[in-house]
């Protein structure tokens, strides 16, 4: 591995599900740790800086779904960019997952704020609701990252753990995948 500097563009991950003819890239601030909200291709609207974002199958193609800086998860598609409501105790970082359960796809978000202990919950967003698909998922640890898998049938989850008795934060990678009832 040859690791430069660079301003190119980083590839927003696109499942199997969320295949695109050319999948958008997101230019990244890295003085400020958020996308600028500028994308190639264009989606059709002008964005807002955020911090995640991911490809949602759509009934006219794919949608890309976005947690702006300032909170707000936003559904930029046909050209419009639309809030998603039911969207208020996510965390900053959201993945999709593949999983053949209803819609077929769901969003994987954690919970919102600092807490010793966290947790994921799917969601399916069939309109510009985000619509609760599974309990939630109690984790051992706050989740600071999720990613999903190239193939979309799992999403990693990098969990920290906080220090106690003078020892340092650990981290941990979880793979969670559905399992359809």
Not at 17 to 32: E, I, L, Q
Not at 151 to 161: H, L, N, P, T, W
Request: aromatic letters at 6%.
């Amino acid at each position: 591995m040859h690791c430069h500097e660079s301003d190119d563009p980083w590839p927003i991950l696109q499942t199997d599900s969320s295949k695109t003819a050319s999948p958008p890239k997101a230019f990244y601030n890295a003085a400020r740790n958020y996308f600028t909200g500028v994308v190639t291709p264009s989606v059709g609207v002008d964005l807002p800086a955020f911090y995640t974002a991911v490809l949602l199958p759509r009934p006219d193609g794919a949608g890309l779904l976005i947690n702006g800086i300032d909170g707000k998860v936003q559904l930029a598609e046909n050209g419009t960019l639309t809030t998603v409501a039911g969207t208020r105790d996510w965390g900053s970082d959201f993945a999709t997952l593949h999983s053949g359960c209803g819609l077929g796809t769901q969003i994987l978000a954690s919970g919102s704020g600092e807490a010793i202990t966290d947790s994921l919950r799917a969601y399916e967003v069939p309109a510009l609701e985000a619509v609760p698909a599974s309990a939630p998922l109690a984790m051992d640890g706050t989740v600071i990252a999720l990613m999903s898998e190239p193939d979309g049938k799992s999403v990693f989850a990098i969990v920290r753990k906080a220090a106690g008795q003078g020892q340092p934060d650990s981290y941990e990678v979880d793979r969670v995948s559905a399992n359809c009832n």
